[in-house]
């Protein structure tokens, strides 16, 4: 299993190009399965997610071609995707597939409104979380699918097809909200959807369907309106900027100290998270070209911060602002609402010399001076990168195990950290 060696203390200066967002790529390659056109996706990053994706996509039928190198183009440009689901041969998602990866579970909207059945495996459980799928049934029952849980399935029927509604979640989901916008876009009538999701990831998909001849209006609010239409066609579309590797770096740069451009970045994504590492004391500067990070000398200040749905501070950012907050000059506070069991990488930074008590949902850290790097277990995507932040600073050698996590989400990491001077290295096998 592949590691990273880290060697800490080494200031980050330079560019960072900043990949297409996993999060509003995996709902898009999903919603190709809504029509039996081609989707070009242009922008989709090369992540293990994907790839498993794809495998998901296909054992549907779906055929997925990859665009090759075009002149000019470097490792930073995203791959173009061609993806076909003009024959839907299998509406069954195998355990598996879906197990190994809990997002293509949303797979179950457009097979059942495409194709009036679908037979989804339960995803199972998560690191973060119980995470269940509740409110994406829902989605789809309220739209009239009949629904049945046969041997760990989600067996869903509507052989007449889907009839708008109104679907209220009692709670903000994004998986919830994908669902429903996706499911609606094919169904009889109008849907309303009241206290949807607002990440950008949601008006990207809302986006890209519109150009498929999806008439949706007011993804983004909290009230989005689908008109279902009768059938959708081919489009092509960009997958946006990751506002979580955008953060993510951010923080690296400010863990470091350096002057870091954040190239692709767009500060509209994230800004409450920028916002904080205002607060903490660190230069933020929207340019033309991204975002430009800057921490020269200037100590770090301890910030609160609770996580919560966008626009507010974003759960995916959490462990990395718990890495960057062990080094502040005091005492800090994070608050996790989203996910119950989001603090996997605590005993792991504590492992680097980190001062963090738990108290239920709350965390309080109380910076040091110095880490010091020792070896440390990734659990999970977000918090193995809390590890390779913490690394960067702390003093001496430090083995990140199991970074398959890190590739789920983080498209050539150590390529992308070492141009900026950071000692990197990954140690295969
Ligand atoms: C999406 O997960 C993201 N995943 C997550 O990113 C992200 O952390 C999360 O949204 C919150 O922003 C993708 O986009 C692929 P939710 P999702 O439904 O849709 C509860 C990463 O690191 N809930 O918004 O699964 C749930 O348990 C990943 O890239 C129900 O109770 O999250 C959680 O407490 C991790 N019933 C809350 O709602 C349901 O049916 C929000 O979850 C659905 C969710």
Redesign the pocket.
Known sequence: MDRIRIIGGHRLNGTIPISGA??AA?PLMIASLLTEQTLILDNVPRLADVAQLERILGNHGVDIMVSGKRSGETADHGQTLHISAARIVDTTAPYELVSKM??SFWVLAPLVARMGKARISMPGGCA?????????IMAVERLGAKIDIEGGYVVARAPKGLKGAEIVFP??????THTAVMAASLAKGTTVIENA?R?P?IADVADCLNKMGARISGAGTRQIIVEGVAGLKGARHAVLPDR?ETGTYAMAAAMTGGDVLLQNGRPELLQAALDVLVRAGVTVMPTNQGIRIVRNGAGLAPVDVTTA?FPEF???LQAQLMALMTRASGTSHITET??ENRFMHVGELTRLGARIQLDGERATIEGVPQLKGAPVMATD??ASVSLVIAALAAEGETIVNRVYHLDR?FERLEDKLGRCGAAVERLSG
């Open positions: 996993k999060n995996l809990r997002a973060i979380g119980t995470r269940p799928v509740d409110l994406l709670k903000v989901t994004v998986g919830g999701a990440e990831e979580i749905p974003p759960t995916d989203i996910f995507l977000r989400g």
